[in-house]
């Protein structure tokens, strides 16, 4: 919004932003003449939920009195409710602000999001606008939130946050976030004990990432094309759903604990599910002589399975008679996940189809 210019820093192996990276990344822009004036660290990152080193970080930015250390903690912040994770806030005592979205991982439906700010004042000299028809005589004894933001007016946005906080208690919410780590571990574990797969990410919240590294079965895919092809397979089915990330540049699965009543058992369920997806996909390649991964694809094979693939393993697709009762565009977005709509029921088939997979999917494997 400011139209500043913007640096993506690199990450270590484990996805995170350490000081040495921001130390040297400040001299070359204060040698290029410009001012760095901002500095947003990540605690939980949207693909991997990977977490910056604050504390060296930190000790960067108190070199530059000019620098605004913003921490986004969008996701991971709501698991400092558990005092296990506190050790990954060290350094936070110099963060002028830091945000946490409860609507992504503490019970609060979408939208909501809490920001504390070491100095609010300088968000009000920044942001408020204070024309005639806004004065009264109570401006000196009241907060006036429209000061703290672009918008004039906002929605009682804290009022089902306290709903939460008062029906669960600190005790409860704990519960509930201890919970999910445990089933993402579990869940990580499983996937270690195959041979198939990789573990892509540092996990450390409710978060696994993991990708196909190779099959049973003598095919010409990369490891980015197996694991697209699996997880679009997966997605097919309606059985389980999962969206993709890039991890140190490799195509990678998200699996991520959401449902409040979350069981071991729904994770053995889901892992099975993802375990007989890639043994039936071994099969099909194997006894499929057509199928173009039995010999070295040529480039414009390899372009069409890629682009028919991606566009399953990248989105959800609803039936255009379900689309029909709920809006006339040819496109449609829940916020998180693009929706695919096709022409025809059938083009769900035929787009998604690539290895011929999906017309016995559902004898074949069990829900």
Not at 8 to 23: A, N, P
Not at 132 to 151: K, Q
Not at 292 to 300: A, E, F, I, L, T
Not at 325 to 352: G, R, T, W
């Amino acid at each position: 919004m400011a139209c500043l210019r913007l640096r993506i820093l690199d990450v270590d192996e484990k996805c995170s932003l350490r000081g040495d990276t921001l130390q040297q990344a400040i001299e070359k822009d204060l040698q290029l003449g410009l001012i760095p004036c901002c500095v947003v660290a990540t605690l939980g990152s949207t693909g991997e939920a990977a977490f910056d080193n604050l504390k060296e970080i930190a000790m960067v930015c108190r070199k530059y009195p000019l620098i605004w250390l913003h921490v986004d903690a969008a996701y991971g912040g709501s698991s400092f409710v558990c005092r296990e994770f506190r050790y990954l806030l060290s350094g936070i005592e110099d963060a002028h602000s830091i945000n946490v979205n409860p609507n992504k991982w503490f019970l609060v439906n979408f939208d909501c999001n809490c920001i504390w700010l070491k100095d609010y004042q300088q968000f009000i000299e920044a942001l408020s606008v204070n024309p005639l028809y806004l004065e009264h005589e109570w401006m000196d004894g009241t907060v006036n939130f429209h000061d703290w933001g672009t918008p004039l007016s906002r929605r009682f946005r804290v009022l089902k946050l306290w709903f939460v906080m008062r029906s669960y208690g600190i005790k409860g919410l704990q519960h509930y976030i201890r919970r999910h780590c445990h089933l993402a571990s579990l869940f990580e574990s499983l996937v270690r004990k195959d041979s198939r797969f990789e573990v892509m990410n540092d996990v450390k919240m409710s978060l696994v990432c993991f990708r196909l590294i190779k099959l049973n079965v003598d095919v010409a895919l990369t490891e980015d094309e197996m694991t697209e092809l699996l997880l679009a397979y997966i997605n097919s089915t309606g059985e389980l759903h999962m969206v993709p990330a890039h991890i140190h540049d490799c195509f990678s699965i998200r699996f991520c604990v959401v449902y409040e009543y979350a069981t071991e058992e729904m994770i053995l369920t889901a892992w099975t599910f993802i375990q007989d997806s890639t043994t039936h996909l071994e099969m099909h390649i194997k006894n499929q002589e057509d199928y173009p991964g039995v010999r070295k694809m040529d480039s414009k094979e390899r372009k069409t399975l890629t682009n028919l693939v991606g566009k399953y393993a990248h989105t959800r697709t609803v039936p255009l008679s379900d689309y029909r009762q709920q809006a006339e565009q040819p496109s449609l977005s829940d916020c998180h996940i693009p929706v695919l709509v096709p022409l025809s029921n059938e083009n769900i088939v035929k787009m998604v189809d690539v290895a011929g997979l999906i017309n016995d999917k559902r004898d074949s494997i069990a829900p």
